[in-house]
């Protein structure tokens, strides 16, 4: 790890970062074969809840192998631009769990998740909840992916205000 790059974030922080943002990176694996998909979640109960088709890759990739690594990361600055006489940099912060994932069956229970799914989203955009309704059709549709939670460590990289 550079020296720049510091573990600085308590689970708490994690967790809020977490439910604070709304797009990660899923990171998967099956016989050897690596794959990632970048994809919006909803943090659900201190759960990762992601909504998709109900066939694909990930899934296949799932199926294959629950054990997988999600990543959040954010930039609280723009990139620096490169000055020529000085170090190219920027801040940033990632949120790396890493857990077990689960295809939820339960037509009743994908419900429920999409719910919640929504609710979360209305609240990040400061929407009533209560308004628009998630239909129980749409649980036919679309598949759902919960990630237990077993670690979860973050990395951020230094303060650049000596780049300014």
Same mark, same amino acid.
């Not at 054990?67 to 600055?77: I, K, N």
């Given at each position: 790890?550079?020296?720049?790059?510091?573990?600085?974030?308590?689970?708490?922080?994690?967790?809020?970062?977490?439910?604070?943002?709304?797009?990660?990176?899923?990171?998967?694996?099956?016989? %050897?074969?690596?794959?990632?998909?970048?994809?919006?979640?909803?943090?659900?109960? %201190?759960?990762?809840?992601?909504?998709?088709?109900?066939?694909?890759?990930?899934l296949?990739?799932?199926?294959?192998?629950?054990?997988?690594?999600?990543?959040?990361?954010?930039h609280?600055?723009?990139?620096?631009?490169?000055?020529?006489?000085?170090?190219?940099?920027?801040?940033?912060?990632?949120?790396?769990?890493?857990?077990?994932?689960?295809?939820?069956?339960?037509?009743?229970?994908?419900?429920?998740?999409?719910?919640?799914?929504?609710? &979360?989203?209305d609240?990040?955009?400061?929407?009533?909840?209560?308004?628009? &309704?998630?239909?129980?059709?749409?649980?036919?549709?679309?598949?759902?992916?919960?990630?237990?939670?077993?670690?979860?460590?973050?990395?951020?990289?230094?303060d650049?205000?000596?780049?300014?």
């Amino acid at each position: 790890m550079s020296e720049q790059d510091k573990k600085n974030m308590g689970r708490d922080e994690m967790m809020k970062m977490l439910g604070e943002e709304d797009t990660g990176v899923l990171c998967m694996s099956r016989d %050897g074969e690596p794959y990632g998909v970048t994809l919006s979640y909803a943090l659900v109960d %201190g759960e990762i809840v992601i909504h998709c088709a109900t066939k694909g890759r990930k899934l296949d990739f799932i199926a294959a192998n629950p054990r997988v690594c999600f990543v959040v990361s954010r930039h609280p600055d723009r990139t620096v631009p490169h000055q020529p006489d000085s170090e190219c940099n920027y801040r940033y912060e990632s949120v790396h769990c890493f857990g077990k994932a689960r295809i939820v069956e339960d037509p009743a229970e994908r419900l429920g998740y999409l719910r919640k799914f929504k609710a &979360h989203f209305d609240a990040l955009r400061g929407l009533d909840p209560d308004k628009g &309704h998630v239909p129980d059709s749409a649980a036919a549709k679309t598949g759902i992916i919960v990630i237990s939670i077993d670690e979860v460590t973050s990395r951020s990289k230094a303060d650049i205000s000596r780049l300014d």
